[in-house]
C-alpha cells in the first residue's frame, strides 16, 4: 500500500528565510504527487503538482524518485505563506480508480 | 460556478442521532471523494465514488453509508453518531486522476 510521510508537523521560519516542507512517499510504482495548502479554515487547494513542474507562489517541488520524495521549497518565505501544507499521491488502484493518500500534513508559521 | 459545496457547514448531534452531509459538484466529474480531517491525523478517505450509482470503501468507513444517486451529488450518512466522529468532514472531486476540488467543509460535533 502506497503511503505518505512528512515528518516534520510544525515548521517555523523567519520572513525572507528559505523554506523547505518535507515529503516522502513509499509506492513501487509511478505515482502522481500533489502539494495542497489549508489556509486557516479555507477549503484544501492544489498548490502544484509534479507532472506539471509549475511555480506557484514561489513554491517548487522536485520528484526525486531516487529517494522517494517531493519536498516543497520556497528560497524566500512570506507571511502570508504560513498555513497548513499537504503531500499527497495518488495511484490508479484497479482499473481506472485513482485514489488519494494523504501524508499528516506540516504547519508552517512564518514569523515577521 | 460554485465548484463543490457542501451543506451544513456547521453541525451539533447528540450520541445516538443520524444525519446526512450533503455534497454536490458542478464540474461535470466522475469521481467523489469523502474524507474527515482529524488534528495529527491529516486527511483520511472515509469513501469514494468513481461514478454515478457506484461506491466504495476508503481507509476508515465504520460507521458510514454514502450514495451516488446522481452524478453531481454525493451523499455521506451517519446512522448513529458517536463522539469518535466528531470531525471536520471534507467532500471533493475529480476528473480521473487530475487534481481533486475540495468544499468547504463541515464541522460536525457529537456530544
Known amino acids: 500500500a502506497q503511503r505518505v510521510t512528512q515528518p516534520e508537523k510544525l515548521l517555523s521560519v523567519f520572513k525572507g528565510a528559505p523554506v523547505e516542507l518535507k515529503c516522502n512517499y513509499s509506492?513501487?510504482?509511478?505515482?502522481?504527487l500533489f502539494w495542497y495548502v489549508q489556509y486557516s479554515r479555507q477549503r484544501l487547494q492544489l498548490l502544484l503538482r509534479?507532472?506539471s513542474r509549475e511555480s506557484i507562489k514561489g513554491f517548487t517541488a522536485d520528484l526525486n524518485k531516487g529517494e522517494t520524495s517531493f519536498h516543497l521549497k520556497k528560497p524566500f518565505a512570506q507571511e502570508e505563506d504560513s498555513a497548513m501544507y499537504y503531500c499527497?499521491?495518488?495511484?490508479?488502484?484497479?482499473?481506472?480508480?485513482?485514489?488519494?493518500?494523504f501524508g499528516k500534513g506540516t504547519l508552517l508559521t512564518v514569523n515577521p | 460556478n460554485a465548484g463543490v459545496t457542501q451543506t451544513p457547514k456547521f453541525r451539533v448531534l447528540k450520541t445516538g442521532q443520524s444525519m446526512t452531509l450533503l455534497c454536490a459538484q458542478d464540474?461535470?466529474?466522475?469521481?467523489m471523494y469523502w474524507y474527515r480531517q482529524d488534528p495529527g491525523m491529516g486527511l483520511r478517505l472515509i469513501h469514494y465514488s468513481v461514478g454515478e450509482g457506484t461506491t466504495a470503501k476508503g481507509e476508515v468507513p465504520d460507521g458510514y453509508n454514502v450514495s451516488r444517486l446522481k452524478k453531481q451529488n454525493f451523499l455521506l450518512g451517519l446512522e448513529s453518531a458517536a463522539p469518535s466522529q466528531t470531525s471536520v468532514y471534507f467532500c471533493?472531486?475529480?476528473?480521473?486522476?487530475?487534481?481533486?476540488?475540495f468544499g468547504d467543509g463541515t464541522r460536525l460535533s457529537i456530544l
Open positions: 509534479h507532472i
Open positions: 471533493a472531486s475529480s476528473q480521473l486522476a487530475e487534481a481533486q476540488h
Open positions: 499527497a499521491l495518488t495511484v490508479s488502484s484497479g482499473g481506472s480508480n485513482y485514489k488519494l493518500t
Open positions: 464540474m461535470n466529474h466522475e469521481y
Open positions: 509506492y513501487s510504482g509511478s505515482p502522481e
